[in-house]
């Protein structure tokens, strides 16, 4: 008899799964086993749900949502405001650029509109996605459509709006590379200028899309402690350990065992270190349940298979399941 991981980690954080509209029926089994919750691999997000200025279309979203409630699973809301996967009719008007008052109102009827339906059901949402630039010399904020059309103060007009959308959800701001140095750095001084101008953030998402060579545990733990000194509560969002390098070229048909092993040794020092900031952590979210379908076996090299989660292809545990879960 295999442990259950929702079992194993009910008293530290609760686990979550990315699913989508197809793995909440070919993975149900696993999902309904393993996790106490999950998020939307796309589903909420602005493309889906708001594909034009008169249109939302909520169906795949539901079907999500109510998967959620029949299996008794938390479901965190993802994502509302996003330079990705954002239909270009937001930042226009006309033949022309949107003026920033257009914009901020489309922001808040957004906002309003898709926390609004999802309210009791969603207990977190991802406000603000990925807002952060990578590199050193870049200013905090990238460039991004919404910075444009509104200007810096749109991170703080999304979550003032989310609040008032559904003030029982906890609020975060998530975003990946979030290890690395610079960038964290960076998280940190948006999130603690947010908190300082009194803007309700309620916590800092760590997407997690890290890889069997890094981030090493201890840059892991910098950010963690990082963060956690700005008093919010921390999730890791979208959690997959890749076999590669970000863009390696290498490719192999059948994952090679050791790499498999090595998988295996980072899924458990990682998930030893957050059991550590248990204290810390309102959630550990999978992006995925099995390597069958991981967004990975396509970015970034098209083409490369990519074996990142903790169910194999056949939806059997992986050696990464068996060092994690305590039986
Ligand atoms: C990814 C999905 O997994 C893919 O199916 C989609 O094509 C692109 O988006 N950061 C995020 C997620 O916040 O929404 C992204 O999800 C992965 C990176």
Redesign the pocket.
């Known amino acids: 008899m295999v442990g259950s991981l929702c079992k194993t980690y009910k008293e530290y954080f609760p686990i979550g799964a990315?699913v989508?509209s197809f793995s909440i029926n070919t993975h149900k089994e696993l999902i309904v086993n393993h996790f106490s919750g999950i998020t939307p691999?796309?589903q909420m997000?602005p493309q889906f749900v708001h594909p034009a200025e008169h249109l939302y279309d909520f169906e795949q979203g539901d079907i999500i949502a109510d998967f959620a409630e029949e299996n008794n699973l938390l479901l965190r809301g993802?994502?509302l405001i996003?330079h990705?996967?954002t239909p270009d009719w937001f930042f226009k008007d006309g033949g022309g650029p949107v003026s920033r008052s257009l914009a901020l109102k489309r922001m808040k009827e957004h906002i309003y509109t898709v926390m609004g339906h999802y309210r009791g059901r969603t207990y977190a949402w991802?406000v603000v996605?990925?807002a952060v630039a990578d590199n050193a010399e870049a200013p905090v904020l990238r460039q991004a459509p919404w910075l444009a059309a509104i200007g810096e103060d749109y991170v703080e007009y999304a979550f003032r709006y989310a609040r008032e959308a559904d003030p029982a959800a906890k609020l975060y701001y998530?975003d990946?590379n979030e290890c690395d140095p610079v960038k964290s750095r960076k998280i940190y001084d948006l999130v603690k200028s947010l908190i300082d101008h009194g803007i309700p953030v309620d916590g800092i998402g760590m997407?997690g899309?890290w890889n069997i060579y890094a981030p090493e545990p201890d840059k892991i733990r910098r950010a963690v402690e990082l963060y956690a000194s700005l008093g919010v509560s921390l999730q890791i969002?979208?959690l997959d350990i890749s076999m590669f390098r970000f863009d390696d070229r290498t490719a192999y048909e059948k994952v090679p065992d050791k790499l498999l092993e090595l998988q295996a040794e980072r899924y458990e020092e990682i998930f030893k270190l957050l059991r550590e900031y248990r204290d810390l952590f309102a959630g550990v979210t999978l992006?995925?349940i099995a390597d069958d379908d991981t967004?990975l076996s396509d970015?970034p090299v098209k083409g490369r298979r990519n074996w990142p989660l903790l169910f194999d292809d056949e939806h059997k545990p992986k050696k990464a399941f068996d060092s994690i879960v305590v039986f």
């Open positions: 990315a989508n691999e796309n997000k993802h994502t996003w990705n996967q991802d996605n990925e998530n990946y997407q899309h969002t979208e992006w995925g967004w970015f």
